[in-house]
């Protein structure tokens, strides 16, 4: 069974920073993109960074300059740093992940986590 955990959502005050990390574990032939996405209430998911497995980011306009993106490989991790966070940033944050499992032949998944929540106050 493969899956993607994530921790470090929380309270913070406006102006703050958090680190959100996600961890893929099970039986994982390769590690392909990977991805943080939220969900205010009432609004529709999100992309809000994106990292392929060679370094390659992309952020949605209205984090560019305050989160930053990346991964750990080795450790089938990615990582989301966020500051000067905003109260409009406040979301349950999913991670996402796109691989590859051996299975007799290979298979490409797509997972995602339970989410965490991030709440910015004012």
Same mark, same amino acid.
């Given at each position: $069974?493969?899956?993607?955990?994530?921790?470090? /959502?929380?309270?913070?005050?406006?102006?703050?920073?958090?680190?959100?990390?996600?961890?893929?574990? /099970?039986?994982?032939?390769?590690?392909?993109?990977? *991805?943080?996405?939220? $969900?205010?209430?009432?609004?529709?998911?999100?992309?809000?960074? *994106?990292?392929?497995?060679?370094?390659?980011?992309?952020?949605?306009?209205?984090?560019?300059?305050?989160?930053?993106?990346?991964?750990?490989?080795?450790?089938?991790?990615?990582?989301? $740093?966020? =500051?000067?966070?905003?109260?409009?940033?406040?979301?349950?944050?999913?991670? =996402?992940?796109?691989?590859?499992?051996?299975?007799?032949?290979?298979?490409?998944?797509?997972?995602?986590?339970?989410?965490?929540?991030?709440?910015?106050?004012?």
């Amino acid at each position: $069974q493969v899956q993607v955990v994530e921790s470090g /959502g929380g309270l913070v005050q406006a102006g703050g920073s958090l680190r959100l990390s996600c961890a893929a574990s /099970g039986s994982i032939f390769s590690l392909k993109d990977m *991805g943080w996405y939220r $969900q205010a209430p009432g609004k529709q998911r999100e992309l809000v960074a *994106g990292i392929t497995s060679h370094g390659i980011t992309n952020y949605a306009d209205s984090v560019k300059g305050r989160f930053t993106i990346s991964r750990d490989n080795a450790k089938s991790t990615v990582y989301l $740093q966020m =500051n000067s966070l905003k109260p409009e940033d406040t979301a349950v944050y999913y991670c =996402n992940a796109r691989l590859t499992i051996l299975v007799g032949r290979t298979r490409d998944l797509e997972v995602w986590g339970q989410g965490t929540l991030v709440t910015v106050s004012s």
